[in-house]
Structures are given as structure tokens and as C-alpha cells.
Antibody, heavy 116, light 105 residues
Framework: QVRLVESGGGLVKTGGSLRLSCAAS????????MSWIRQAPGKGLEWISF????????YYADSVEGRFTVSRDNAQNSLYLQMNSLRPEDAAVYYC?????????WGQGTLVTVSS | IQLTQSPSSLSASVGDRVTITCRAS??????LAWYQQKPGKAPKLLIY???TLQSGVPSRFSGSGSGTDFTLTISSLQPEDLAAYYC?????????FGQGTKLEI
């Protein structure tokens, strides 16, 4: 069965960095686009990044452009999100999801907390 | 592209017909998806291409619309439908979400 498992979240100070990982299994990872979506506590969903199956095409939300970098390792069936210059407003649960949109499978999420 | 959902919250009874609307700030053809998010859980895809039911989703859920105006309908509300519902446009990046509709039973 399809499984997506995020890791790497935690507590970080404003201006700090974190690297999130998403381990995929149960499908041919290299065939699929992937996305990162986040949800601040008590708030709605915010799409933040897309990466094509090969990794050649990438998009970001304006709110993270220049600070976050998405990448993937198809040999390791893994998706990554490098987050730099973190701000209090980046605090959220971060989900990886299969697909570029109309995401049919989601991980359970990993919580990022940013303290000032 | 901005998406505006209405209402923001809704209280309904078991068996009711419930409709949630999503309006896009510009035309998006049928490039719209609907998700359900139960408390403490990841979102679940319900509908894509505005009206295509995702595999395994109960048939009481349906979607319609094209261009700028879309609806999600639950034909007969069930207790397990307690959740927040989100639309997402897939016409152009960034793939924005609506602000959500919280459904209370």
C-alpha cells in the first residue's frame, strides 16, 4: 500500500534551518510528481512546493521562495524540504503528498515549531 | 488565483443535504479538487477535475461547476462527515486552497 512518512520536524529558533524528509513506499516513486503542503495551528492548508518526477521542474509559493528548497532522490524513494531563514509564521504541520495537485495520498505530517 | 469558500462554517443534521461553494478569482476551467480533513488527520482527496469522484469515496459526495463557480454537495449527511472541507485550484501555480469550511453535525 502507498505510504508517505515525514520526519525532521522539531523546534528551531527564528533564523534557523531544518531539513524535512518524506520516505515513500508502495508505489513507483520516480513516476510521480510530489508536493509539500503545510498547515499552521488552527489554520487552513497552504500549498508551498511542487517537484516534477525527474526533479527538473520546481515551483514554490511566494511565502517560501528563496528560503526553502525542495529536492528528491528517486533511488532512495525520498523527498526533501530544506528550510532556511525560518520565521515564526513558518510554524506548521508539514505534509508531503503524492502528485502535483489533486493529491491522492498524504503523509501524517511533521510539526515545525519556530521560537523567537 | 484566490479561492473563496462559503460558508466558513456550517451546522447541519444527519440526513441533510449540504452544499459548499468555492469561487475562483479568475476562470480555472474544471481544474479544481475538493478535500476532506477530519480533526487531527491529514486531508483526503474527495473529488478532482471538479466533478470526478476519487476511488473509494462514498457516492453521497458530488462536485460540480466550471469556470469560477464550484460546489461540493453531500446528498445525505452522515455523522462521519464531521470535518473541514477545502477546495484547491489546479489551473496554475501556486496551487492555492480555499480557506476551508468547517462542518458540524
Amino acid at each position: 500500500q502507498v505510504r508517505l512518512v515525514e520526519s525532521g520536524g522539531g523546534l528551531v529558533k527564528t533564523g534557523g534551518s531544518l531539513r524535512l524528509s518524506c520516505a515513500a513506499s508502495g508505489f513507483t516513486f520516480s513516476d510521480y510528481y510530489m508536493s509539500w503542503i503545510r498547515q499552521a495551528p488552527g489554520k487552513g492548508l497552504e500549498w508551498i512546493s511542487f517537484i516534477s518526477s525527474s526533479g527538473n521542474t520546481i515551483y514554490y509559493a511566494d511565502s517560501v521562495e528563496g528560503r526553502f528548497t525542495v529536492s528528491r532522490d528517486n533511488a532512495q524513494n525520498s523527498l526533501y524540504l530544506q528550510m532556511n531563514s525560518l520565521r515564526p509564521e513558518d510554524a506548521a504541520v508539514y505534509y508531503c503528498a503524492r502528485g502535483g495537485g489533486g493529491n491522492d495520498y498524504w503523509g501524517q505530517g511533521t510539526l515545525v515549531t519556530v521560537s523567537s | 488565483i484566490q479561492l473563496t469558500q462559503s460558508p466558513s462554517s456550517l451546522s447541519a443534521s444527519v440526513g441533510d443535504r449540504v452544499t459548499i461553494t468555492c469561487r475562483a478569482s479568475q476562470g480555472i476551467s474544471n481544474y479544481l479538487a475538493w478535500y476532506q480533513q477530519k480533526p487531527g488527520k491529514a486531508p483526503k482527496l474527495l473529488i478532482y477535475a471538479a466533478s470526478t469522484l476519487q476511488s473509494g469515496v462514498p457516492s453521497r459526495f458530488s462536485g460540480s461547476g466550471s469556470g469560477t463557480d464550484f460546489t461540493l454537495t453531500i446528498s445525505s449527511l452522515q455523522p462521519e462527515d464531521l470535518a473541514a472541507y477545502y477546495c484547491q485550484q489546479l489551473n496554475s501555480y501556486p496551487y492555492t486552497f480555499g480557506q476551508g469550511t468547517k462542518l458540524e453535525i
